[in-house]
Nanobody, 120 residues
Framework: DVQLQASGGGLVQAGGSLRLSCEVS????????IAWFRRAPGKELERVSC????????DYGEAVKGRFTISSDNAKKTFYLEMNSVKPEDTATYYC?????????????WGKGTLVTVSS
């Protein structure tokens, strides 16, 4: 049974940092691709980052490239999104997701969102 649980959201000032966590069960990071998405108020779902162990690649959206980092810890069965130099436009509900094909094309498992609010 695949499950994902996101946490770590909150209020942060512009220019600050925040780390989101996604605790998973039912798969390993060698088997599945992992990703973070976000949905800002009134906007469409946006992919923030994706990591495919099978393809050996990590992708970032243009809006976060150079500021955000995706990582994973096999022992803790948790993956992370390190958010640095945050901006008010990073305000959104963030979702973690997993991809059983492990190619970062389509996600088939989702966690509930965690809200990040960046104040100016």
């Amino acid at each position: 049974d695949v499950q994902l649980q996101a946490s770590g959201g909150g209020l942060v000032q512009a220019g600050g940092s925040l780390r989101l966590s996604c605790e998973v069960s039912g798969f390993t990071f060698d088997e599945y691709g992992i990703a973070w998405f976000r949905r800002a108020p009134g906007k469409e779902l946006e992919r923030v980052s994706c990591k495919s162990s099978r393809m050996g690649r990590i992708d970032y959206g243009e809006a976060v490239k150079g500021r955000f980092t995706i990582s994973s810890d096999n022992a803790k069965k948790t993956f992370y999104l390190e958010m640095n130099s945050v901006k008010p436009e990073d305000t959104a509900t963030y979702y973690c997701a997993a991809d059983s094909v492990n190619n970062c094309i389509a996600m088939d498992f989702w966690g509930k969102g965690t809200l990040v609010t960046v104040s100016s």
